[in-house]
């Protein structure tokens, strides 16, 4: 199973929104809506900020919004901060009942 | 409070084996599915292998036939068992919980490193 790809950065200064894309095939991201999203901050654990293409988990900030076309997932960031800056991660459930986990994109808030 | 605590990390040589735990509290242990997913040094995610309530499990290619998952319902741990070890397998292992939904993991343990190296 290949990692779904995910660019390698993205930046955007304060207050601004910023997108990060996640294409995989149809065997995953295109085939299911079990799309999750991962924020980590060096050497902590990963925290979930998005699941099921579009849905937020009670307590992540109405900031972050998440969608999905075809086989590409996005994440938005709206009103960027300096505590978005972090790694992200999306990961989709496959077809073989497994998960895949995006190549990650290191956003830097300028 | 939900938690997970992972343990039995470090350095072992390749070919070698070495067992994880991961101590779940707060929640009903035996009604989630569990996960393992590492990160290699200075690298990205990845998923691993996974278990349901009642012991079914499935399993990333790269670790097929080397590494299984196991659950103790009644000591609320999660095992990892991974056998023939590379270097390539050097990362930390993090435990996770399946919660709102089947891709959304929820709750994550802090991570155990292993280092496989002669």
């Known amino acids: 199973q290949s990692a779904l790809t995910q660019p390698a950065s993205v930046s955007g200064s304060p207050g601004q929104s910023i997108t990060i894309s996640c294409t995989g095939t149809?065997?995953?991201?295109?085939?299911?809506?079990?799309v999750s999203w991962y924020q980590q901050h060096p050497g902590k654990a990963p925290q979930l900020m998005i699941y099921?293409?579009?849905n937020r988990p009670s307590g992540v900030s109405n900031r972050f919004s998440g969608s999905k076309s075809g086989n590409t997932a996005s994440l938005t960031i709206s009103g960027l901060q300096a505590e978005d800056e972090a790694d992200y991660y999306c990961t989709s459930f496959t077809s073989s009942h497994t998960y895949v986990f995006g190549t990650g994109t290191k956003v830097t808030v300028l | 409070e939900v938690q997970l605590v992972e343990s039995g990390g470090g350095l072992v040589q390749p070919g070698g084996s070495l067992r994880l735990s991961c101590v779940a509290s707060?929640?009903?242990?035996?009604?989630?599915?569990l996960h393992w997913v590492r990160q290699a040094p200075g690298k990205g995610l990845v998923w691993v292998t996974r278990i349901n309530g009642d012991g079914g499990s499935t399993s990333a290619d790269a670790v097929k036939g080397r590494f299984t998952i196991s659950r103790d319902n009644a000591k609320n741990t999660l095992y990892l068992q991974m056998n023939s070890l590379r270097a390539e397998d050097t990362a930390v292992y993090y435990c996770?919980?399946?919660?709102?939904?089947?891709?959304?993991?929820?709750?994550w343990g802090q991570g155990t490193l292993v280092t496989v190296s002669s």
């Open positions: 099921d293409v579009s």
């Open positions: 707060g929640f009903t242990f035996s009604s989630y599915w």
């Open positions: 996770a919980r399946t919660g709102l939904s089947v891709a959304s993991l929820d709750y």
């Open positions: 149809s065997s995953d991201v295109g085939g299911y809506n079990y």
